[in-house]
C-alpha cells in the first residue's frame, strides 16, 4: 500500500468519525451538514456522500474528489456541496478541514444576517472576535464558496454564517473544523439567550486580544 | 407467501422502524404521533396501534387497515388518526406515506395559526414555500383529513400544520413522510428562534424556486 | 409469599421502573422528583427513597410506607416528598399513583404563578382544562398535600403547578401519574414557546370537551 | 500501598468519574469544563488534563497537582483553569470540590452580568440565596481564584457565575460541587425561561431560609 493509499485511508477513517460529532452534539438532522479533510500535500480531499444517512457512513463510503469536486474515488455522488469545500481548499493553502452544518441557533442569526457579538471568554478563545456573516449564495456554483473565503480571508474567525443558510467552519484538519462547528453553536446559542432578557456586557478588545493569543497558543497539550 | 403478504410485511418492517426516528429527533412523547404507509398498488395501508409505547412497536404489531380505516390484519385498534391517514391517502394518489407529530415548535406555530416562513435555504429545499397552516378540526370524523388534503392539494410544502393540534406530513413513501417531519420541526425551531431577536431576512421568491427545483433533482444519490 | 408481598413486590418493580421514564424525558436532574404508586385495597404505598441516584434505584430500594408516611418496610428514609404523597392518597381514594418533578417548563410557568393555558388538542385530550396553580407551601407538614388536594379536587386536570415549586400529577395507577407528568411538561413546553411569539388562538370550551371526553373514552386499547 | 497512595487512587475515580456527569447534564461541549478534588489532609488535588477529549478521561489521566498548581503526578498539562481551583483550595479550607463549566443558561446570566433570583424551591434548597456574579477576570494569574473566592466567602450559594465566562462551584467534595454545578444550570434555566414571559414572583426571604435549612439538614439518607 503507498504512502498516499495510507494517508486517505486514514482520512476516510477520521473524516468518517468525525460526522458522528455532528450528531452527537445535535447540529445535524436526517443528512444534511457535512465535514472534508484536504489529503495533505495533494490536490484530494476526503468528503461525505450526498444524501446518505449518518448512520449508514463508513470510511469506505467517503469519497475522494480533487480540488475541482470531480470524484477521484468511490461510487457515490458526493456531498452537495463539494464544490464550496473544494473552493476553499484551492484559495486557503493553510486550510486542512471544512465543516458545514444548519446548527439551530447558528441559523437563527444567519437568518436575520447578524453576526454574533464576542461577548464570553470561551468565544474569544475559540473565534477571537465577533462571528461574521457571509453573503447569500445560491448552491450550484462558487458563489458559496466565494462568499466563505471572501469572509474569512484575514478573519480570526473560522466560522462563518451564510446568510439565510447556515454555518461553515475551517481548520488546520478535519477534527479542528469540526470543533469549530461545535463551539460556534454553543456560543451561538449562549449569546441569543443572553440577549433575550437584556444586553450582554462586552468584552473589552484588549480582552479579547489576550484571551484569543492565549488559547491558541498555551491550552491543551503541548 | 404471496407477493401482496411480502409487500406488506416489508412495509410493517419499515413503517415499525421509522417510529423510532420520530423518537431519535424528539418529535413524540409517550405514545403520541404515528406513521403509516401505503401498500403499493393496493387499496390497503399499514399503521401504528393506538396508545401503544413506542419501546413495544414491532413489525408483528403494526395494523393492516383497507383506505376506509377499516382493520383489515392486527389485533389491536389502529392510530385514533386512522380516518385522517385514510382520507389523505384516498384523496391524494400519489402519497405513499404519511406521518404525524406534536413536535414543540411546529406546534408553537400552529397553536397561533401562523404560517412558518421560508426564510431558510434548507425550508426552500425541502419545502419550496412557507409551511401552511390548515384548519382547527376536531378527531372523530373526516374533518382533519379534509383539512390536510385542501390545505396541500397543489402546495409544494409536504407538511401542513393543522391549528391548536401539531403536524402531518406526505410523501411518496413511509420514510419521505417521517423525513418531512423531521425537517419540518427542525425549520420551525430555528425560524422561531430567529424571530425572537428580529426579522429573518426574506430569500427572494425565484432563489426559492431555484433552491427547492434543485433540491428535489439534484441532491442525494441517483 | 402471600397476595400483599406479591402485590408489593410487582408495585415495587413498576414503581422503580418508572423512574427512568423521567429520566428519560428530561423532567429530573440529579436526584430530584419523585414516583409512588398506592398498594391497591391497603393502606400502603411504594415511594422512592430520598437523595438517591437514579442509576442505583432498584425494586428492593424502594421504600414501603403507610398513608401516614411512616416506613413499614425500607432500610432508606423515603422521599422528603412523602407526606405530600401519603395526604393525598389519604384525601382523594380514586387515585392510585402521584408523581412529582421540577420539569424546566413547568417550573416556568410555576413561578409566575400562571396556569398553562388549554390551546393544543393534546392538552385538551389530557387535561381538559387548563393547568392549574397550587398555593406556596413549605415541605415538613401536610401543606403541600392540602394544596394539591384543595386544587386538584374536582378539576379535570392530573396535574397541579405548585407556586413557585413544581408540578405534581395524580393517576389511577403510578403510570398514569407519570404519563401525566410527562404530558404536562409537554404541553408547559409548547405553549410556552408559541406564546414567545404572540398570542396562542383559544380553543372553545365545547370543543375541549369533546376532545377530552373523546380521549378519555376512546383513545388506546380497550 | 501507602494510605495517601490510595486516597489518591480513589480521589482519580471520582473525579474522572464525575466529568462524566458534566456531559450526561449536557453542561459541556467538546474540551471544555473540569472538576477536581481536594486530597483530605494533604497539600494536594486530582484535576482533569488540558484539552482532552470526554471520551478519553480515565483516572489515569488525571493530574495531581500541589496547592500552587504545580504538577506531582501526571504526563499531561493539567486544566488551564488549574490556577483557580489551587486558589480556591488555598483560602477555603472547607472546601474539597471544585467543578467549572461553559453551561448555557449560566453563561446567558454571566454574561449580562445578573445573579440569577431565588424564585423556585429547589434554589432555596440547594442555593438558599440568589447565586451570585462574579467580577470579569482574564485567565493566567489569580484573578479568577480571587473572584471566586472573593464573591463566595460568607455566601450560602456554592455557585459563582464569573461574568462573561462561566460558572465555578464549591462542595465539601468533589461530587457536591458537580452537583451545584448541575443544579445551577437547572435552576438558571427555569428562572431564565420563566422570566421570558413576565415576573416570577418572589419567595419570601423566612421562607428562603427555611428550605434551606431544611434541605441542608434533612435530606437525604444520615
Known amino acids: 500500500m503507498s504512502e498516499l493509499t495510507k494517508e486517505i485511508q486514514a482520512l476516510r477513517e477520521q473524516v468518517s468519525a468525525l460526522h458522528a460529532e455532528l450528531v452527537r452534539y445535535g447540529l445535524v438532522v436526517w443528512t444534511a451538514g457535512n465535514v472534508s479533510g484536504r489529503v495533505p ?16 457512513l463508513t470510511p469506505e463510503s467517503m469519497i475522494v474528489c480533487d480540488l475541482d469536486g470531480t470524484v477521484v474515488e468511490g461510487d457515490l455522488s458526493p456531498s452537495s456541496d463539494t464544490a464550496a469545500h473544494a473552493y476553499v481548499y484551492r484559495h486557503m493553502p493553510h486550510v486542512g478541514g471544512v465543516a458545514h452544518t444548519h446548527s439551530t441557533y447558528a441559523c437563527a442569526w444567519a437568518a436575520r444576517g447578524e453576526p454574533v457579538p464576542c461577548v464570553l471568554t470561551a468565544m474569544a478563545d475559540e473565534f477571537g472576535a465577533d462571528i461574521p456573516i457571509g453573503p447569500f449564495a445560491l448552491i450550484g456554483d462558487d458563489s458559496i464558496g466565494q462568499g466563505i473565503v471572501e469572509t474569512l480571508a484575514g478573519h480570526r474567525s473560522p466560522a462563518v454564517l451564510m446568510r439565510n443558510h447556515g454555518v461553515f467552519t475551517i481548520g488546520n484538519d478535519a477534527r479542528a473544523a469540526v470543533k469549530a462547528a461545535v463551539m460556534c453553536e454553543d456560543v451561538a446559542r449562549s449569546v441569543h439567550i443572553s440577549r433575550q432578557l437584556g444586553e450582554p456586557l462586552p468584552i473589552a478588545p484588549a480582552d479579547v486580544d489576550r484571551l484569543y493569543d492565549r488559547y491558541q497558543n498555551v491550552y491543551g497539550q503541548r
Do not use: A, F, T
Open 41 to 56: 500535500g495533494h490536490e484530494l480531499m476526503v468528503i461525505k456522500p450526498s444524501g446518505v444517512s449518518y448512520d449508514e
